[in-house]
């Protein structure tokens, strides 16, 4: 059975008041993000432990991530490594010496009775991150600080799903010590549109440098909001307040908003007190933010250095080792596939995921044409692999795939050879989209063309052999085509279905309109 300990049952508080568009008000929103990054090293942060999602619950821990007497942490140089790689992508100054720092407190999920973490020097500092604004704009956020830390354990909470409703909650300390950078931006974001904006192109950055998965189901990446809101055209920030329980970008666009909106309705009605200094959680089912607990103070952490631990060396051997590695970032291939003639709309959905931007790489490679690879890719390869294409899937990362593009049967070679076959007239893009079910389940990935021709595929150019179809289906329709030289000239399409019907489709699209709006006007005596 698994170690469960039951730790705690705590009363949530309800807070209800009609809420305003902040938009309505002379208010502005002042929101800042603090991310917690799981880095993906295959051991925990100080021990041996290993750094993997799921097991029975208290099953990958020992005496030093639970913090028994007389234990002693070792860092993990692979954190490290991946934490310099972070900063270095974030643009952000690396300190050459650091230090790590207790943070006391007390909560169930926390063996020690504190946390290692980087407090008065952190790893990387003063960087920033490029988001699209959501009106075709780009913003750059500021970054303060990235600093490494542990992670705390997990809680369980019994009859509930969430925090929220729960009547107690169980501990396990599986993710005890596991390694985490802790992100946070300046405070420079205005809507909870930019905030989802910001976490998702984080995550694509994370993803594509390889330090974390960033799935935020398994809780690779958490995001606690900070807002506050303050009278339009002053610079002074306002009462902030924290908001955890934030599974999806989804949620954390609504819950800034419902937050802004809450606090903009207490400060309009004269009720400054309902805002303080807090920290709320956000009720998915309620679909609003409730009061957790009082926010904790600096000084509450009785932050100090920790006595087992040497200062953190960075070397400029190791920074120039680290930048010498770095991958292209996502802002750099969305500006080399806009380079190639793609829309910005375009190279941001093939650039979500860094496996489709590979896949796409490599049709490129094996000699595909960039607009028409990114046609078929982002349509019905896409759909394929049940990925959603929208403007507010990429926008707000929440492109899921059930098959992955390096699980398709259909290569990248193969793709280029069939964009190569319409480009030559050899298919039609009908006939192409007929042979996509069987490409997909890798047939033809030999010899494509042989493959097409065997199944007599091959599209009807030659004018003697369409004239014949034209002719043929002109006398088969006599009528339609005695009331097409009476003046309804819409018919023309009927024949063009006609004509493709008796083709089996392999109809040269070009060559038929051209021939069969030649014997149509000879045919009207024009």
């Not at 390694?179 to 205005?190: A, I, N, Y």
């Not at 935020?216 to 809101?229: F, H, K, P, T, Y």
């Not at 960075?314 to 291939?333: D, F, G, H, N, Y």
Request: glycine share 10%; net charge negative.
């Amino acid at each position: 059975m698994p170690s469960w300990s039951t730790c705690f049952s705590a009363p949530l508080f309800n807070f209800g008041r009609p809420v305003i568009p902040c938009w309505q008000t002379d208010y502005e929103a002042v929101v800042g993000i603090e991310c917690h990054v799981q880095l993906n090293t295959r051991t925990k942060a100080f021990c041996a432990c290993p750094n993997q999602y799921g097991g029975e619950p208290n099953s990958h821990i020992c005496p030093v991530c639970l913090g028994h007497p007389g234990t002693l942490p070792v860092l993990n140089a692979a954190v490290v490594d991946k934490a310099v790689l972070t900063g270095l992508a974030l643009g952000c100054s690396i300190a050459r010496h650091s230090i790590f720092s207790r943070k006391q407190y007390f909560y169930p999920d926390l063996p020690k009775g504190y946390q290692i973490s980087q407090h008065d020097t952190p790893l990387a500092y003063n960087g920033s991150l490029e988001i699209d604004a959501g009106d075709g704009t780009r913003r750059r956020i500021g970054i303060t600080r990235v600093h490494v830390e542990e992670d705390a354990g997990k809680l369980v909470y019994v009859g509930a799903q969430a925090l929220t409703g729960a009547a107690s909650a169980q501990a396990d300390y599986n993710r005890a010590g596991v390694p985490l950078l802790e992100v946070v931006s300046e405070p420079d974001m205005r809507s909870g549109q930019e905030a989802a904006a910001y976490g998702a192109e984080l995550r694509r950055l994370l993803r594509y440098i390889g330090v974390s998965n960033g799935n935020m189901a398994e809780g690779s990446l958490r995001c606690d909001v900070n807002v506050s809101v303050r009278p339009r055209g002053t610079t002074a920030l306002g009462t902030k307040v924290e908001v955890k329980n934030l599974n999806s970008f989804n949620s954390v666009q609504r819950a800034i908003q419902f937050e802004i909106e809450r606090q903009v309705t207490a400060l309009s009605s004269g009720a400054e007190h309902e805002v303080v200094v807090e920290t709320r959680v956000w009720d998915e089912a309620a679909a609003r933010t409730r009061t957790m607990r009082k926010k904790e103070g600096q000084a509450d952490y009785r932050f100090f250095p920790e006595p087992d631990l040497p200062p953190l060396e960075v070397s400029e051997e190791t920074i120039a080792r680290i930048q010498a590695s770095m991958p292209e970032l996502p802002q750099e291939k969305r500006a080399r596939f806009e380079g190639l003639g793609l829309s910005p709309y375009d190279a941001h959905v093939l650039c979500d995921d860094l496996a489709v931007a590979g896949y796409f790489d490599a049709a490129l490679e094996a000699g595909a044409s960039p607009k028409p690879a990114a046609n078929w890719i982002m349509g019905d390869i896409m759909a394929h692999c049940k990925v959603g294409t929208g403007i507010k899937g990429w926008c707000m990362g929440e492109m899921e795939a059930h098959l992955g593009m390096d699980d398709l049967l259909l290569t990248p070679t193969t793709l280029a050879k069939l964009l190569g076959l319409i480009e030559k007239g050899t298919i039609s893009g009908k006939i192409a989209k007929d042979l996509l079910p069987d490409l997909l389940q890798g047939k033809g990935s030999g010899d494509l063309l042989a493959y097409v021709e065997a199944k007599g595929l091959i599209q009807i150019s030659d004018e003697g052999a369409l004239l014949d179809i034209i002719n043929n289906v002109l006398e088969s329709n006599s009528k339609q085509l005695e009331q097409y030289k009476q003046g309804k000239t819409k018919l023309q399409g009927f024949f063009v279905g006609q004509v493709m019907k008796e083709s089996r489709g392999r109809a040269n699209p070009g060559e038929l309109q051209r021939l069969l709006m030649q014997r149509l006007a000879e045919e009207a005596g024009q």
